[in-house]
């Protein structure tokens, strides 16, 4: 791409064929020319303000009280009547972790505090372990596999159903709830598949509705469904049945969509410059600080957004009151003030856990610790398991169209 001086707003078209292969090289042209640039091709309905250096994004996420996250979730395309009419049918959307603002974001987040401490995520790493010892096991013998669907997914997918309590023999129908919601909000859609998805996110929250009922008829211990039906923040209202269902059903994507991505994403990475691989497969106690650079040179959650509560200026822009605002984390990652070599992967640099990957401040990821652990253990028993692991030849690394999501449709190995 050409660095020649042209209005972002024109060149930034996030769901191109090209800036979805990649699209470091609009971020970093944004973040010489124009870091806070203005633009209508993102939303149907609105336009928004789009941040690419990482200093502005962390002043953002510092002050969520003039930063709001309100409308973090956001159709990036029409809804179409006939979406509207089918949503209806089911449970009302709410606000949720990542929607809340001020006490009422405590309100929400708490009941995961506890379900997402050290200690309790070091118990379930017994089962991490154990979910993804099955799964290579179930390809080991055959020399090949797509590991998307056969580890990436199901790994941290298998993971956050046991949390739930939720029956494993559920888990593909849980994926399919689960692609047609983030497909629904964060995908154009043409107007069939939009009214299917809208379908598809009923079922969903029935679903999750029947299991909060069966959770408060029949409590069971150390279980997630339990803990939020029970729980009620000193001095608030408690979570209404539609915020227990808006709540799970955020929690069960966040908790494995990302980690998915993080796997499959850090696959690519290590293999296509072998030495990568090699290294953590000699050195497993590498794993931790490969994961970190990951995140940070290839986010698997690239965007969010914010709305400003009063008039605001970012970076010399005035922004007024009400404003959308597109921060870029796989921007910020890549901020050549902040990060030495940014376009460069190296693990062995010294950049700790600086990248935004997980958020920052009061609404950084509840589950970022559990991301973590499931990537240190997926890639600790892969690089055991096949040294010589290597990506098959004449494939197309297809991302999934999301504007919030980095991930691959599919990724082939061999060995």
């Not at 993102?42 to 002043?59: C, E, K, M, N, W």
């Not at 959770?215 to 049945?241: F, K």
């Not at 915020?243 to 998915?260: D, F, K, M, P, R």
């Not at 920052?360 to 990537?375: D, F, P, T, Y």
Request: aromatic residues 10%; hydrophobic residues 40%; charged residues 20%.
């Amino acid at each position: 791409m050409s660095l020649q001086r042209c209005p972002l707003d024109q060149l930034y078209q996030p769901f191109s064929d090209e800036q979805m292969a990649d699209p470091y090289p609009i971020y970093a042209l944004a973040r010489q020319q124009e870091p806070v640039f203005y633009t209508e091709r993102v939303l149907p309905d609105a336009g928004v303000y789009v941040l690419t250096r990482y200093d502005d994004i962390v002043q953002v996420l510092a002050q969520p009280d003039l930063f709001l996250s309100k409308d973090v979730i956001r159709s990036v395309t029409t809804i179409y009547p006939e979406s509207f009419a089918e949503l209806r049918k089911g449970y009302p959307v709410t606000q949720r972790i990542i929607t809340a603002d001020g006490a009422n974001h405590r309100r929400f987040r708490m009941p995961f505090n506890k379900a997402f401490e050290p200690p309790r995520i070091k118990l379930l790493e017994p089962f991490v372990y154990e979910c993804a010892s099955a799964l290579i096991d179930s390809f080991a013998d055959t020399s090949h596999a797509e590991m998307i669907s056969q580890f990436c997914y199901p790994l941290p997918l298998q993971v956050i159903l046991h949390l739930f309590g939720m029956p494993q023999e559920d888990m593909v129908q849980a994926r399919h709830w689960c692609d047609d919601w983030l497909a629904f909000m964060s995908a154009p859609l043409p107007r069939e598949r939009q009214v299917e998805c809208a379908k598809s996110i009923v079922k969903f929250f029935n679903y999750l509705g029947n299991l909060i009922a069966e959770r408060r008829a029949n409590p069971r211990e150390d279980d997630l469904v339990t803990e939020i039906t029970q729980h009620v923040e000193p001095g608030m209202e408690p979570l209404s049945e539609a915020e227990q269902v808006n709540l799970l059903a955020s929690v069960l994507i966040a908790g494995h969509e990302t980690t998915t991505n993080l796997i499959g994403n850090g696959l690519r990475i290590l293999l296509e410059s072998r030495h990568h691989w090699q290294a953590i497969c000699q050195h497993p106690e590498q794993i931790p600080q490969t994961i970190e650079e990951i995140l940070r040179y290839d986010s698997p959650i690239q965007t969010f957004f914010r709305t400003a509560a009063k008039d605001v200026e970012i970076g010399g822009v005035a922004i007024p009151a009400g404003s959308l605002l597109l921060v870029v984390y796989g921007s910020a990652n890549r901020d050549e003030a902040k990060f030495t070599n940014a376009d460069q992967f190296n693990p062995q640099e010294q950049r700790g856990r600086k990248h935004l990957s997980f958020g920052s401040g009061k609404h950084s990821c509840v589950g970022a610790l559990l991301a973590r652990m499931e990537a240190r253990v997926a890639f600790e028993l892969l690089s055991q398991r096949f040294s010589d692991l290597r990506l098959a030849s004449h494939q197309d690394f297809e991302h999934v169209k999301l504007l919030m999501h980095r991930g691959y449709q599919s990724l082939f190995v061999e060995w």
